[in-house]
């Protein structure tokens, strides 16, 4: 047999010239594919380190990220069109190539929500802690919508009537949102943390009587550092409903003390002492002074108020200035001869007498106290 008559030898509707240009057409299509497919990507990653724009980027990694399936899907699609196939075949490879794009298209209108999002959190991280919890959300909720629809696409190429689907999803669903409500709640917790901000990763808060750093906001709870070390988890439905008071926020901490003189202290130095009071709040860095009045007449002590604001939030920085404010009175109040009231008690006894033979009587039961 010769090569002439071997070339024109049929196998399934085909000569052997057919199959063997179909053969070699597969083969450059799939080598010349994956090959454009990689200096491509080359080319548009230097452009974008030299132009400093992220779409050259983007479509880089797009490109980069194609599946060798899909190349070779597409390779088989063009060899087939240099033979004679029945209408059957010809249909079912049609049917593939759209699925094999319908997936690919998916993988990358994830990577470029991905793409979109992670340098999105990058541009505000530093000013917003809370967008790597909106990017953690949005991207869990755009990935499932993205699947679902290109599922349906799929799913209606290969022949599936999806209307009765689509209706059985939304019955579906319903029975599952009722069944699993606790935590869509949680979900839907979680989106309204992200998008309204009540705090962010970082801030300190305090829940009902516990407090502590936020850590971590996830889907389904929020992760809160104690003082004392332990972390506390919070459902997110159960954190909105409660009274969250965020002192991250704090531009200013207002400040209100008291103490108390003893009642022998006399009337110029009580006049004495607001001024007093006022001098050291004024010397301390970061502290403006409101107010200082004689407030009381206490059970043991003449009480006074004071408030002043801390131009700071830092917690530290007013525990310092109060310090130093304490010391300043003490030591003052020292010099100047001023106690400090205590708590003191004053037992008053009623004598009646003394008896017919000059002594003592016992005091009587009567008694009044002070204290």
Known sequence: MDVFTLLEWQAYGNSMQGWLVALAVLAVAHSGGRLLLRLAAGRLRALSERTKTELPELLGDLLQGTKGIVLAVFAIWAASAFLVLSPTIGDRIRTVVVVTFLIQAALWATQVVNFALVRYRDRQLEDDPGTATAVGAIGFIARIALW?????????????????????????????????????????????????????????????????????????????????????????????????????????????????????TGYETLQQIPSIVKELVDNEEGARF???????????????????????????????????????????????????????????????????????????????ESI
């Not at 989106?191 to 970082?202: M, N």
Request: proline share 3%; aromatic share 12%.
């Open 148 to 264: 679902a629809i290109f599922g349906l696409l799929i799913l209606d190429n290969l022949g599936i009537q999806i209307t009765a689907l689509i209706a059985g999803l939304g019955v579906g669903g319903i029975a599952v949102a009722l069944a699993l409500q606790n935590v869509l709640g949680d979900l839907f917790g979680s989106l309204s943390i992200v998008f309204d901000r009540p705090f962010v990763i970082g801030d300190f808060i305090i829940v009902d009587d516990l407090m502590g750093t936020v850590e971590y906001v996830g889907l389904k709870t929020t992760r809160i550092r104690a003082l004392s070390g332990e972390q506390l988890v919070f459902a997110n439905s159960d954190l909105l409903s409660s009274r969250v008071r965020n002192f991250k926020r704090m531009d200013e901490r207002r400040i209100v003390f008291e103490f108390g003189v003893a009642y022998d």
């Open 290 to 368: 409101d107010r200082c009045h004689f407030k009381e007449f206490g059970d043991s002590s003449l009480n006074f108020e004071t408030v002043y604001n801390m131009l700071v939030p830092d917690y530290a920085a007013y525990m310092d200035a109060q310090q130093s404010i304490n010391l300043g009175l003490y030591r003052i109040f020292e010099e100047k001869g001023i106690e400090f009231a205590f708590p003191t008690r004053t037992i008053h006894l009623n004598w009646e007498g003394t008896s017919g033979n000059g002594s003592e009587l016992s005091p009587s039961p009567r008694v009044a």
